[in-house]
């Protein structure tokens, strides 16, 4: 199982990125997946959920109206898109495996400062 996480960078508050997960070793279409974050001397933080077919996603209150997950299953990659980024957004992103959380990207960095 590999996730592998991209997107990331330094954006000013208000801006956008988007983050893709390619995930690879495993029946990527028969897993619900996650987006969780940490914070610089923070614990991880679930933000999203989406579910097998891409058809339903769930939001962490902190996050909601602002990303947007999505996933391709064709392509077998996961899709973030952040706008009205803020300060407190600054954190590494992993995308996850399940509901059991069992495999974990290494991450990508997301800074947002002016």
């Known amino acids: 199982v590999q996730l592998v996480e991209s997107g990331g960078g330094m954006v000013q508050p208000g801006g956008s990125l988007r983050l893709s997960c390619a995930a690879s070793?495993?029946?990527?279409?028969?897993?619900?997946m996650r987006w969780v974050r940490q914070a610089p001397g923070k614990g991880p933080e679930w933000i999203s959920t989406?579910?097998?077919?891409?058809?339903?996603?769930y939001y962490a209150d902190s996050v909601k109206g602002r990303f947007t997950f999505s996933r391709d299953n064709a392509k077998n990659t996961l899709y973030l898109q952040m706008n009205s980024l803020k300060p407190e957004d600054t954190a590494l992103y992993y995308c996850?495996?399940?509901?059991?959380?069992?495999?974990w990207g290494k991450g990508t960095l997301v800074t947002v400062s002016s």
């Open positions: 989406i579910n097998t077919g891409g058809g339903s996603a």
């Open positions: 070793g495993f029946t990527f279409s028969s897993y619900d």
């Open positions: 996850v495996r399940g509901g059991g959380m069992d495999y």
